[in-house]
């Protein structure tokens, strides 16, 4: 299975890289990561001026995951090794990943080029990319953008090919997610009401019983979910992630998955 992504950032976006000690450093033009002894990033940066860590310091990101669709369990970087521009990560279930890692002048690209002992593993997943911006998601291609005038940043992830989408590889349909969710852009202007919480699901339809009331959340702070590229946690900090699935292997599909059903319209042939 191999897959390939790209970060990015900002407008023109994210060139070589250095590291000493258990970090090490990739850049680009404009984007910075660093990377620890254990394949999770752990900064981003602006370089074109003076920045904060866009990284949040409770949330590392993983470069890769691993998916065990059977068990429905996720396989975590537990070590990492860099040689040759190539990440070797580690994982508690024997498996070993080859990440090719290549800095270009306005973007990283990420390529698995090799998984080792993957017996169980039904996918793979890029991310979670956790940042710390709150203001902007893109959920179509994963992005994350700060549109202050103080600030005036934002980090994308895009596949580059047909086999990577974006979502997350615990859904087995290929829509994952879809429907509303509670995501104020700017707090100060349209805080959320005490009954809500940041990343709050909801699903589509009204009381489930009026096709009418189809889209029948219209306040700034209910954001629409059209694709699963990126997402919000419970403090409205915006993070991405797609994954790849070994598609020589069966499955049994559940579509919508994830997404809160009223009981009046639950399509009958669902299984629970």
Same mark, same amino acid.
């Given at each position: 299975?191999?897959?390939?992504?790209?970060?990015?950032?900002?407008?023109?976006?994210?060139?070589?890289?250095?590291?000493?000690?258990?970090?090490?450093?990739?850049?680009?033009?404009?984007?910075?990561?660093?990377?620890?002894?254990?394949?999770?990033?752990?900064?981003?940066?602006?370089?074109?001026?003076?920045?904060?860590?866009?990284?949040?310091?409770?949330?590392?990101?993983?470069?890769?995951?691993?998916?065990?669709?059977?068990?429905?369990?996720?396989? %975590? *970087?537990?070590?990492? +090794?860099?040689?040759? /521009?190539?990440?070797?990560?580690?994982? &508690?279930? !024997?498996?070993?990943? @080859?990440?090719?890692?290549?800095?270009?002048?306005?973007?990283?690209?990420?390529?698995?080029?090799?998984?080792?002992?993957?017996?169980?593993?039904?996918?793979?997943?890029?991310?979670?990319?956790?940042?710390?911006?709150?203001?902007?998601?893109?959920?179509?291609?994963?992005?994350?953008?700060?549109?202050?005038?103080?600030?005036?940043?934002?980090?994308?992830?895009?596949?580059?090919?047909?086999?990577?989408?974006?979502?997350?590889?615990?859904?087995?349909?290929?829509?994952?997610?879809?429907?509303?969710?509670?995501?104020?852009?700017?707090?100060?202007? %349209? *805080?959320?009401?005490? +009954?809500?919480?940041? /990343?709050?699901?909801?699903?589509?339809? &009204?009381? !489930?019983?009026?096709? @009418?009331?189809?889209?029948?959340?219209?306040?700034?702070?209910?954001?629409?979910?059209?694709?699963?590229?990126?997402?919000?946690?419970?403090?409205?900090?915006?993070?991405?992630?797609?994954?790849?699935?070994?598609?020589?292997?069966?499955?049994?599909?559940?579509?919508?998955?994830?997404?809160?059903?009223?009981?009046?319209?639950?399509?009958?042939?669902?299984?629970?």
């Amino acid at each position: 299975m191999k897959s390939r992504i790209i970060i990015c950032a900002a407008v023109i976006c994210l060139l070589c890289g250095c590291g000493s000690g258990s970090t090490r450093t990739f850049r680009t033009d404009r984007f910075r990561i660093d990377v620890d002894s254990k394949g999770y990033i752990v900064g981003m940066w602006n370089t074109t001026r003076k920045s904060r860590n866009f990284s949040p310091a409770d949330s590392p990101s993983p470069l890769l995951c691993l998916y065990d669709g059977r068990q429905r369990r996720y396989y %975590y *970087p537990q070590k990492a +090794t860099y040689s040759g /521009g190539r990440y070797r990560l580690e994982y &508690g279930n !024997g498996s070993v990943a @080859v990440i090719r890692l290549e800095e270009k002048s306005k973007y990283l690209k990420l390529t698995l080029e090799a998984l080792e002992n993957r017996d169980g593993i039904s996918g793979v997943q890029w991310g979670n990319y956790y940042t710390d911006i709150d203001n902007v998601l893109g959920d179509i291609i994963g992005a994350a953008r700060d549109t202050s005038a103080r600030v005036n940043y934002a980090i994308g992830v895009m596949a580059l090919d047909d086999n990577t989408i974006g979502g997350e590889s615990r859904f087995t349909s290929e829509t994952g997610f879809g429907g509303y969710i509670a995501h104020s852009p700017d707090p100060g202007r %349209y *805080p959320l009401p005490v +009954t809500l919480h940041e /990343g709050q699901q909801f699903t589509m339809g &009204g009381d !489930g019983i009026s096709d @009418v009331a189809f889209y029948n959340r219209r306040e700034p702070y209910y954001r629409m979910l059209y694709g699963g590229a990126a997402t919000v946690d419970g403090n409205g900090r915006i993070y991405i992630h797609y994954h790849s699935r070994d598609r020589r292997k069966g499955d049994l599909i559940y579509s919508p998955e994830g997404v809160p059903i009223q009981q009046n319209n639950e399509p009958n042939h669902l299984m629970r």
